[in-house]
């Protein structure tokens, strides 16, 4: 939970990988069918990762900050970023 251009957002990251140089978050969606490429995923879900983006570099504000989704029916992590 925190405070992004004056909103609160709460939520959960699903999977949050922490690297030497960069953040990985990594959110698990159960669609079918997955989205095959970047501009098939709802706005919704793009908004949810830049949130979550938002307050990852909050914390971490010298690492990069990647964003995935992970389409759990087809076992495919899409970088969206």
Known sequence: MGCVNGRIISGQIDRLVILENKVMIVDFK???PAAKKIEDV????????????????????????????LWTNTAQLMRLD
Request: net charge positive; charged share 20%.
């Open 30 to 32: 159960t669609n079918r």
């Open 42 to 69: 709802p706005v919704a879900y793009i908004r949810q990762l830049n949130a979550y983006a938002e307050l990852v570099m909050q914390i971490y504000p010298h690492k990069e900050i990647c964003k995935y989704i």
